[in-house]
């Protein structure tokens, strides 16, 4: 079954709008989750992590006044795009690793498509 | 610089048919190889996970091999079928690091025709 369950799984909205997605882990509590962003015909690329209890680690070149991450319970992560503008429609999805160390497999939720207009 | 490419971009074959996806790499330190499944619109899902050592790994009809020395890997499918239509996503994992640590490929889009 599933062991991630993202929400929503599409949004469009207007330039300037603040847009919140959900990561939620299902039946286990995950320290870390991990957000990514996937442009079309791209690879996913990680934005952050995000960690339980404390501030989310961002990547070079993410804004993390734009790209606000808050992961108060163990069980659900959120990140929320900050006036979003055109550019920022993509794919985003969250990920867990449900057991420490190397080597374990990595679930992802569904996606959330955001589109800016 | 970490790069993971995959070949070919695209491809079309016929229900029934076998295929073989490319994978090279030149991340490093290497920590493990991975194969994930991506749906349109769905998350990425695992297929296989392999280590240095690993040479081969199996999950029903798909099979993964890895040439550490070489930085290959490929994804071979067995007797294709309509629901194998997808992208095919290789990923290598950098020793060292964080879980998250994760280089992903474009991946390789599969359409699998009737």
């Known amino acids: 079954g599933a062991v991630v369950s993202q929400h929503p799984s599409w949004v469009i909205c207007k330039s300037g709008t603040s847009v919140k997605i959900e990561c939620r882990s299902l039946?286990?509590?995950?320290?870390?989750m991990f957000w990514y962003r996937q442009f079309p015909k791209q690879s996913l690329m990680l934005m952050a992590t995000?960690?339980?209890?404390?501030?989310?680690?961002?990547e070079q070149g993410v804004e993390k006044d734009k790209f606000l991450i808050n992961h108060a319970s163990l069980t659900l992560s959120t990140l929320t795009v900050t006036s979003a503008h055109p550019e920022d429609s993509s794919f985003y999805i969250c990920?867990?690793?449900?057991?420490?160390?190397?080597?374990?497999?990595?679930?992802f939720g569904d996606g959330t498509r955001l589109s800016i207009l | 610089k970490n790069q993971v490419e995959q070949s070919p971009q695209s491809l079309i074959i016929l229900e029934g048919k076998n295929c073989t996806l490319q994978?090279?790499?030149?991340?490093?330190?290497?920590?493990?190889l991975r194969w994930y499944k991506q749906d349109t619109g769905r998350g990425p899902v695992s297929l296989t996970i392999?280590?240095?050592?690993?040479n081969t790994k199996s999950n029903g009809r798909y099979t993964a091999t890895l040439d550490a020395d070489t930085k290959q890997s490929s994804l071979h499918i067995t007797a294709s079928q309509l629901s194998d239509s997808a992208s095919y996503i290789c990923?290598?994992?950098?020793?060292?690091?964080?879980?998250?640590?994760?280089?992903f490929g474009k991946g390789t889009k599969l359409s699998v025709k009737p």
């Open positions: 990920s867990v690793f449900t057991r420490t160390g190397k080597n374990q497999p990595q679930h």
């Open positions: 039946d286990f509590q995950a320290t870390t």
């Open positions: 995000s960690n339980e209890g404390s501030k989310a680690t961002y």
């Open positions: 994978c090279n790499y030149t991340v490093s330190p290497f920590s493990n």
């Open positions: 392999m280590t240095f050592s690993e």
């Open positions: 990923v290598v994992s950098r020793g060292g690091g964080s879980q998250g640590n994760l280089i």
